[in-house]
């Protein structure tokens, strides 16, 4: 490669990396926000209080949102025990800004008050992952919010508390044991990522609390425990689908892989494709880790070029995000893209842009898949917006806890119910049903980037038939 191409990529990478990261209100509809919370990123000296600090139920705000005067006031409120006077200060926050999911919840437990109630927590990344942190918490309130207008579970409403891990597996290990202490926890939605999964599920597990991850994809997590639940398929599901639509489909048979090494979501997605690819009878040429010092995008897509490859598969999670964009920039097109869940962000379009036209995605749910579900319509008529697939199955893995409580409003009957051959819950993406492996029995969706209006960049994800 030429001095002057490789200046050019050094320079577009530097502009990746330092990508702005928006709002839109086709996949986030957010202000920007700040993806460190400084204050929220270490512990302090003094653990106990610092884990006190990292949960609310409408006590204190955890998303580093620009605070309305009336959701302040709000807030204040719930913090000195006046539920009622908080209502109406939440009421007009959330009018002022309609897709703000926690001020939804708050509102909603400060009109449970004092009274009874069944408690749910649920544990995001809110310091190093607000975007997906109110993507998963749009689902959740929503679901809240449906049954507690609808007079509870049997007439007891749900109190949702949040949690923030910070994406950091000590962290959520720590939260995992306050939550378990507090015996009016019944069950939990979360964590986000696999690594925070694995390391809190063996705290729930001894505790005998029910986790149910919306977005923890990684094959360790099957039969991991009798106490940890997914209602998104695993990578298996997913690496299976896109093996099958490359070799059948695009009927090409040579990959290469670009994945992080330090993440237990991207290598549990990589083992699987290249596992899927020899099975359809390709191969995969060539594994990149994102996640080494000297990665270099030029140099990777150049050889896996000369060796042979017709497919690049972008098996990256958030932390390796603009390197993967660095490829889909450095390949111009020439390979054919697929990619996990994690690409499947507003970024990626945005960045992206012509040079990801035709990259195929598999994702465990998309608005325009099922035609047949009333979730698209309500949510839209919630948030003004179209949502993701986190926001859907968020909204499944409380419901799912919903419908256990309804069964039995305790711990050991909560697990008792989703282990039952019999359980069903009616989500956004149908029937939430749970396998013996704590694994949810459902497809993936494969979607394409192509050119469109809903996001505002121009591109957007579209299912393919």
């Known amino acids: 490669m030429s001095q002057k191409n490789e200046t050019t990529v050094l320079v577009l990478a530097a502009l990746i990396t330092l990508g702005v990261i ?31 600090d990292r949960i609310s139920f409408g006590e204190k705000t955890l998303i580093a949102l620009e605070i309305a005067p009336a959701k302040k006031e709000g807030v ?48 995001l990344p809110i310091g190093n992952d607000p975007n997906t942190s109110l993507e998963i918490l749009r689902g959740i309130a929503q679901a809240q919010n449906e049954i507690n207008a609808s007079g509870g579970i049997k007439g007891v409403r749900l109190k949702v508390g949040i949690a923030n891990d910070d994406d950091n597996p000590e962290i959520s290990k ?3 044991t306050t939550l378990v202490k507090n015996q009016e926890v019944l069950g939990v ?35 991991f425990s009798q106490y940890i639940f997914r209602t998104v398929p695993s990578d298996f599901i997913a690496a299976r689908s896109l093996a099958n639509y490359m070799v059948n489909k695009l009927q090409k ?24 690819v020899s099975l359809e009878g390709g191969q995969v040429l060539n594994e990149f880790d994102l996640s080494q010092a000297n990665f270099s995008a030029a140099r990777s897509v150049e050889q896996a070029t000369k060796q042979g490859a017709e497919v690049l598969m972008l098996a990256s999670n958030t932390t390796t995000e603009d390197k993967a964009l660095q490829v889909v920039q450095v390949n111009q097109k020439r390979l054919t893209l697929l990619g996990g869940d994690d690409v499947y962000a507003f970024k ?10 035709g990259m195929v995605l598999a994702v465990p749910w998309h608005i325009d898949g099922n035609l047949s579900s009333n979730f698209p319509q309500k949510s839209r008529q919630l948030w003004g917006a179209d949502v993701s697939w986190r926001t859907a199955l968020s909204y499944d893995a409380t419901k799912a806890l919903i419908a256990a409580i309804e069964v039995n409003p305790t711990r050991e009957g909560i697990q008792q ?19 013996a492996s704590g694994d949810r029995n459902a497809p993936v969706q494969l979607v394409k980037i192509a050119p469109g209006t809903r996001s505002r960049t121009g591109y957007d994800f579209v299912p393919i038939p």
């Not at 928006?22 to 400084?38: A, N």
């Not at 694995?198 to 991850?213: E, N, P």
């Not at 960045?351 to 990801?356: H, I, L, S």
């Not at 119910?417 to 396998?435: C, D, E, K």
């Open 174 to 176: 720590q939260i995992a």
């Open 348 to 357: 990626t379009l945005e960045v992206g842009r012509e040079q990801a036209l």
């Open 253 to 276: 048979k040579n990959a290469a892989v670009f994945f992080n090494s330090q993440s237990n979501y991207s290598q549990s997605l990589k083992s699987e494709f290249v596992s899927s």
């Open 22 to 52: 928006g709002g839109v209100l086709w996949l986030f509809k957010d202000s920007i926000i700040s993806q460190k919370q400084s204050d929220n990123n270490s512990l302090p000296k003094n653990n106990q209080e610092s884990i006190k």
């Open 417 to 435: 119910a989703i282990t039952s051959s019999n359980f069903t819950a009616i989500g956004a993406s149908g029937t939430i049903r749970f396998l």
């Open 76 to 123: 204040e409120a719930i913090a000195a025990g006046s539920y009622e006077k908080a209502i109406a200060p939440l009421t007009t926050a959330i009018k002022q800004k309609p897709n703000d999911p926690e001020a939804l919840i708050f509102l909603n437990n400060a009109r449970i008050g004092s009274a009874k109630s069944y408690t749910i927590v649920t544990s």
């Open 189 to 223: 939605v979360g964590p986000n990522t696999s690594d925070t999964t694995l390391a809190a599920g063996t705290i729930y597990t001894s505790g005998k609390l029910v986790a149910i991850t919306p977005t923890s994809t990684s094959v360790k997590i099957s039969n």
